[in-house]
């Protein structure tokens, strides 16, 4: 389990950086203007847009991992938090921040 602790510590750390740098205030990018053609401006929101999509999801995953590690630290590390049944061992090893079985993760 020392391995998995591990795993997750780097993970966290990963997404960390990854949160920080999406969260680091736009440079001097000028005004944000909207038309008729698309320009500039359209296509810096349209970027922005993605960001905020991106953050969301590294979010969500961050969630993820720390619930991991709390498992961990109470023995439930490798049970699903909805229905209490196993998490497929191969699921733990693509995902290691996995806390839900395959069918609950679906139903998210």
């Known amino acids: 389990m020392e391995s998995v602790r591990e795993t997750l510590l780097a993970k966290r750390a990963e997404l960390l950086g990854e949160l920080g ?16 053609r698309v320009g500039e401006g359209t296509a810096m929101a349209v970027d922005r847009l993605s960001q905020v999509a991106v953050h969301d999801k590294l979010q969500v995953v961050m969630a993820d991992v ?3 590690l709390a498992k961990l630290d109470e023995g439930s590390y490798g049970t699903c938090d909805v229905c209490g049944e196993p998490v497929a061992e191969g699921r733990l090893e693509a995902r290691p ?11 998210r």
């Open 97 to 107: 921040w996995a806390t839900l079985c395959v069918e609950d993760a679906a139903r």
């Open 66 to 68: 720390e619930r991991a």
């Open 21 to 36: 740098t999406l969260e680091e205030p736009p440079g001097e990018r000028g005004e944000i203007a909207f038309g008729k």
